[in-house]
C-alpha cells in the first residue's frame, strides 16, 4: 500500500541551526501538506503546497519556514534558525482526490 | 466558540466494550469529516471519512455525521486491546482553492484485555 515517507524519524539540533525535512509524498499525489504538532496538543496546519507554490500558510509558518519540492518525488520543509518552541512533531501528509495521508512524522528536538 | 471541540478523555473501557466518541464543532462550511487514530508517537493513521450526514460503516468501526447539530461521532464495536490509540475527529476546509485540515484535540482510548 502507498505511503507517505519521512526521515529522519528524529533530528536533534541546537537552538539556532538550521535544519531540513524530507517527506516523499505517495507517487501520484498532488497536494501536499506540512502539519505540527507539540507535545500534548492538537495538530495544527502550517502550509498546503500544489502546483510548486503554496496554497496557503498559517500564522505559524513565518520567514523562518520555507517548503521546496526539489525533484519529481520529495517535499521539505525547512527551518532557518531553529528556536527552543519549534521542538514537535513534523508530520508531512499528501492528498489525490479527497483525503490527506499522513507520514509517521519527525520529531524535531532544538536544544 | 472553538472551531471544532473534542473530549480528551481519557477513556477506559473494558475488552468487547462499544465505544462512542464525539466532536462538535462550529463551521458549517466544513466539506469532510474525519477520523484518525494515532499511536503514540506515529502519526494520524486515516480510518473513516464522510461527506454527508448519516452513518458510515466499515467493520467494527461507525462514523456518524449531523451536519444539522454539527456533530460527528466514531463507534467502535467489540473493542479489543490494539485499538487502544488517541483518535482525532478532523475536518476539511476550503477557502480559496486550497484545503487544510482543523483537528480536535484528541480522544485517548484504552481498552483493557
Known amino acids: 500500500e502507498p505511503e507517505v515517507t519521512q526521515t529522519p524519524s528524529h533530528q536533534v539540533t541546537q537552538m539556532g541551526q538550521e535544519v531540513i525535512l524530507r517527506c516523499v509524498p505517495i507517487?501520484?499525489?498532488?497536494?501536499f501538506y506540512w502539519y505540527r504538532q507539540i507535545l500534548g496538543q492538537k495538530v495544527e496546519f502550517l502550509v498546503s503546497?500544489?502546483?510548486?507554490?503554496?496554497?496557503?500558510k498559517s500564522e505559524i509558518f513565518d520567514d523562518q519556514f520555507s517548503v521546496e519540492r526539489p525533484d519529481g518525488s520529495n517535499f521539505t520543509l525547512k527551518i532557518r534558525s531553529t528556536k527552543l518552541e519549534d521542538s514537535a512533531m513534523y508530520f508531512c501528509?499528501?492528498?489525490?482526490?479527497?483525503?490527506?495521508?499522513f507520514g509517521a512524522g519527525t520529531r524535531l528536538s532544538v536544544l | 466558540q472553538k472551531e471544532v471541540e473534542q473530549d480528551p478523555g481519557p477513556l477506559s473501557v473494558p475488552e468487547g466494550a462499544i465505544v462512542s466518541l464525539n466532536c462538535t464543532y462550529s463551521?458549517?462550511?466544513?466539506?469532510?469529516f474525519m477520523w484518525y487514530r494515532q499511536y503514540s508517537r506515529k502519526g494520524p493513521e486515516l480510518l473513516m471519512y464522510?461527506?454527508?450526514?448519516g452513518n458510515k460503516e466499515d467493520g467494527r468501526f461507525t462514523a456518524q455525521v449531523d451536519k444539522s447539530s454539527k456533530y460527528i461521532s466514531l463507534f467502535i464495536r467489540d473493542s479489543q486491546p490494539s485499538d487502544s490509540a488517541t483518535y482525532l475527529c478532523?475536518?476539511?476546509?476550503?477557502?480559496?482553492?486550497?484545503?487544510?485540515?482543523?483537528f480536535g484535540k484528541g480522544t485517548k482510548l484504552t481498552v483493557n484485555p
Open positions: 501528509a499528501s492528498r489525490g482526490t479527497t483525503v490527506q495521508y
Open positions: 503546497f500544489y502546483n510548486n507554490e503554496i496554497s496557503e
Open positions: 464522510t461527506y454527508s450526514s
Open positions: 478532523a475536518f476539511s476546509k476550503t477557502q480559496g482553492g486550497s484545503e487544510k485540515l482543523v
Open positions: 507517487s501520484n499525489h498532488l497536494y
Open positions: 463551521n458549517s462550511a466544513f466539506q469532510y
